[in-house]
């Protein structure tokens, strides 16, 4: 079993930045892929990025290319998404993922283990 807990969220101007973290607890972190996905209000849960377990590949989805960033600290066991240029469409409850298998892929299905999520919340 792997617990998830994601902390960071909040309420941002347009424009502005934040920095998700997640961290991990009860397996050997650096055996499982990351990922963050989001969920709007009366929307499914989507891909924002992930990446493999050693943090050296990543793969994002269009809408956050070039404003968001991931990276993971396997000596603390935590996973980070920093975003910067966040767009009122950014707004969703955000949600880091483990995968068993090195790079889990864009799709929910794909992995094994979630956080509670963080609510980020962009004003116009």
């Known amino acids: 079993q792997v617990q998830l807990v994601e902390s960071g969220g909040g309420l941002v101007q347009a424009g502005g930045s934040l920095r998700l973290s997640c961290a991990a607890s009860?397996?050997?972190?650096?055996?499982?892929?990351m990922g963050w996905f989001r969920q709007a209000p009366g929307k499914e849960r989507e891909f924002v990025i992930v990446t493999n377990r050693s943090g050296s590949s990543t793969w994002y989805a269009d809408s956050v290319k070039g404003r968001f960033t991931i990276s993971r600290d396997n000596a603390k066991n935590t996973v980070y998404l920093q975003m910067n240029s966040l767009k009122p469409e950014d707004t969703a409850v955000y949600y880091c993922?483990?995968?068993?298998?090195?790079?889990?892929?864009?799709?929910?299905?794909?992995?094994?283990?979630w956080g509670q999520g963080t609510q980020v919340t962009v004003s116009s």
């Open positions: 993922a483990a995968s068993r298998v090195s790079f889990g892929g864009p799709t929910p299905a794909g992995y094994d283990y």
């Open positions: 009860g397996r050997t972190f650096s055996n499982y892929g």
